[in-house]
């Protein structure tokens, strides 16, 4: 079954928690995209999977509604002291996000990470040259306008774990 192929290459992966919801449930908002406009990561424009490249509110929606359940997935790491330890902790969460991938290639599946698509070194979209890899693109979960934040405080997941440690969510969409 499905379902049980994708929990057992979470728990092979490794994650802090997880929870199984309906993706009529997953909370978009439009203050999301307002604020990725903001660009303090650097995508906004500049990767396909980022808005407003990654298409309207809309467009993104339907990308999770064709599929009707969704596990969230999250990763608590520490930031360092003076968050000195924010690009290992990205490189740490993308690895494993990219071994549950690896898991799951044959399956009917779409995974959706933190920040922008990451497959290619640079997104062609900084050059403004099409997508290289349409069909593999890498969605992302605030690029998409998913209020992370709301979300898991329904689902009593943990965002801020205090000390200078985050949540990194992921989403696997079935
Ligand atoms: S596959 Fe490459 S070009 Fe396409 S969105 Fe991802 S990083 Fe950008």
Same mark, same amino acid.
């Given at each position: 079954?499905?379902?049980d192929? %994708?929990? *057992?290459? @979470?728990?092979e992966? $490794?994650?802090?928690?997880?929870?199984?919801i309906? !993706?009529?449930?997953?909370? /978009?908002?439009d203050?999301?995209?307002?604020?990725c406009?903001?660009?303090t990561?650097?995508n906004?424009?500049?990767?396909y999977?980022?808005?407003p490249?990654?298409?309207?509110m809309?467009?993104?929606?339907?990308?999770?509604l064709?599929?009707?359940?969704?596990i %969230?997935? *999250?990763? @608590?790491?520490?930031? $360092?002291?003076?968050?000195?330890k924010?690009?290992? !902790?990205?490189t740490?969460? /993308?690895e494993?996000?990219?071994?549950?991938?690896?898991?799951?290639?044959?399956?009917p599946?779409?995974?959706?990470?933190?920040?922008g698509?990451?497959?290619?070194?640079?997104c062609?979209?900084?050059?403004?040259?099409?997508?290289?890899?349409?069909e593999?693109?890498r969605?992302?979960?605030?690029?998409?306008g998913?209020?992370?934040?709301?979300?898991?405080?329904?689902?009593?997941?943990?965002?801020?774990?205090?000390?200078?440690k985050?949540?990194?969510f992921?989403?696997?969409?079935?």
């Amino acid at each position: 079954m499905l379902r049980d192929k %994708i929990i *057992n290459a @979470i728990n092979e992966v $490794g994650f802090d928690e997880y929870k199984e919801i309906s !993706s009529a449930d997953i909370i /978009f908002a439009d203050a999301v995209f307002a604020s990725c406009k903001a660009n303090t990561c650097g995508n906004y424009g500049l990767n396909y999977a980022c808005p407003p490249l990654s298409g309207d509110m809309d467009e993104n929606k339907q990308r999770f509604l064709n599929y009707d359940h969704a596990i %969230i997935l *999250n990763k @608590i790491m520490f930031l $360092g002291e003076y968050y000195e330890k924010m690009e290992d !902790s990205m490189t740490e969460v /993308f690895e494993r996000l990219d071994e549950l991938r690896q898991k799951l290639k044959d399956e009917p599946v779409m995974i959706a990470g933190p920040g922008g698509c990451n497959l290619c070194k640079e997104c062609a979209a900084k050059t403004s040259e099409p997508c290289r890899f349409p069909e593999k693109k890498r969605y992302s979960m605030e690029g998409s306008g998913m209020d992370i934040v709301s979300m898991s405080r329904k689902l009593g997941m943990i965002y801020n774990a205090g000390d200078k440690k985050v949540g990194f969510f992921m989403m696997v969409l079935y």
